[in-house]
């Protein structure tokens, strides 16, 4: 007899509870619906490949480059697009527009990889993936006081240091990334000259995490910690593994949306010798995802390395709910773990992305309930002097002793009383 059938079954539900399940069920439905209806009208890399496919062979014919340079990262490095008359070439810019860049230029660097110049839709001005990389008048126009976004002033008790927190620290490596993003926190940082940092600067890094026995988990960032040669990051690696209370790294790079060919078996080889080792990434649109991006985070997986996104939350760009959920579902479906959203700091440069505080809100309101708790990352605020990333979250917990009882609403708005062992 079927199990869902037989009275005597754990699996057994009367038919009148299967109608009080229908109805919740319809009601689900319902509320998912103004999702689904524009769910495939959202760019994504996957369905937008072919156009992607064509704007590549337009970078490679500009460049002179062939489909075997395209699987270099070492030609992508070679070939970074940092002149407007080959930019013009590719994303058919106006006058107005190249004027419009060589003036940014003058206060702040630029530089587009041949990978990342292939994923923009040169027909539309509005594509996320060209204003996250091509300069706009407003970063020359804002006037906002060029602060440091790390406080470092206060957080970097030794070279290269930058320390928040009491177990754990960033290493900084170098200034240099594949690509120069728009909104970037550390355009200070970044500044006119290309510099990797000297190893006896690292070793005294190093020298630092060998006396703080507290240091558990090091981040090695930059810039972007990939840049650094497949010879370096295993020496950093090697050398951070002979701390012996250091017991995770991470690496910070965005090369999985900017350069994925930067993922080679090489690279993976040595990530293979250094576990546990967890890469933090950036992708802030679905654009960004796709088949190259995919290979690189199926290679690192393979290597045994785990893979988190780090989003900043951009206007115009993803600070919306109905993006940033099929962000985090495209994400997962290439397995990458969605792990923070960061609200976009007040710098001189970057004001015109900044979304407030309230979209991030609402999108965590559109994300928990919505996507499994895989799907739902934590919504950052930095808090000022580098005192730390603080999290914002919609308010579930409405009262904590009412009646002896905690009362809260559940994601999806209904309120309910809950029994508290500490009340
Ligand atoms: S890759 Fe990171 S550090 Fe480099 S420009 Fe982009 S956001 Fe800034």
């Not at 091509?134 to 060029?146: G, K, R, S």
């Not at 994925?260 to 960004?288: A, D, G, M, S, W």
């Not at 919609?394 to 209904?414: S, V």
Request: with cysteine; glycine share 4%; net charge positive.
């Amino acid at each position: 007899m079927s199990v869902v059938k037989d009275p005597g079954s754990p699996m057994y539900v009367p038919e009148k509870n299967r109608e009080i399940a229908r109805k919740r069920a319809r009601k689900y439905t319902e509320m998912i619906a103004d999702y689904l209806q524009v769910r495939d009208k959202i760019p994504m890399g996957f369905n937008q490949w072919d156009r992607i496919q064509e704007q590549r062979r337009r970078v490679l014919k500009v460049l002179g480059g062939t489909n075997k340079d395209w699987t270099n990262y070492k030609w992508h490095y070679q070939n970074a697009i940092r002149n407007t008359a080959i930019l013009k070439r590719i994303l058919d810019l106006t006058e107005e527009e190249v004027k419009s860049i060589e003036k940014t230029a003058k206060q702040y660097r630029w530089q587009v990889s041949p990978y990342y110049a292939s994923l923009i839709d040169p027909k539309d001005r509005n594509c996320p993936i060209f204003k996250q990389s091509v300069p706009t008048i407003a970063e020359y126009l804002d006037e906002e006081e060029m602060k440091d976004p790390y406080a470092l002033v206060y957080n970097s008790p030794a070279p290269l240091i930058t320390r928040l927190y009491p177990d754990r620290l960033i290493i900084n490596v170098t200034n240099m990334c594949a690509m120069f993003c728009r909104h970037c926190l550390r355009k200070k940082d970044i500044s006119f000259k290309d510099m990797i940092y000297p190893r006896e600067d690292i070793q005294s890094a190093l020298a630092y995490i060998a006396d703080s026995p507290e240091i558990r988990d090091v981040l090695i960032t930059g810039g972007d910690a990939l840049v650094l040669s497949d010879e370096s990051i295993d020496w950093v690696l090697t050398e951070l593994e002979e701390i012996p209370h250091v017991e995770i790294k991470r690496i910070g790079t965005r090369m999985l949306a900017t350069l994925p060919q930067r993922v080679t078996p090489e690279l993976c080889r040595i990530f293979k010798r250094h576990k546990p080792l967890y890469i933090n990434t950036q992708f802030n649109h679905p654009l960004e995802i796709n088949p190259e991006s995919e290979r690189a985070v199926d290679m690192l997986i393979e290597a045994g390395v785990i893979v988190g996104n780090q989003s900043v939350l951009l206007k115009g760009i993803n600070n919306d709910k109905n993006v940033m959920k099929k962000l985090v579902h495209e994400l997962l479906k290439i397995r990458v773990r969605p792990y923070y959203i960061f609200n976009c700091k007040k710098l001189q440069g970057i004001q015109h992305f900044r979304a407030p505080v309230s979209d991030g809100l609402n999108i965590m309101e559109n994300l928990r309930g919505y996507s499994s708790g895989l799907g739902v990352p934590t919504f950052i605020i930095t808090a000022p002097e580098g005192k730390g990333k603080t999290p914002m979250a919609p308010t579930y917990l409405l009262n904590h002793n009412r009646n002896g009882k905690l009362l809260f609403r559940t994601w999806a708005g209904e309120v309910c009383e809950y029994e508290d062992e500490g009340l």
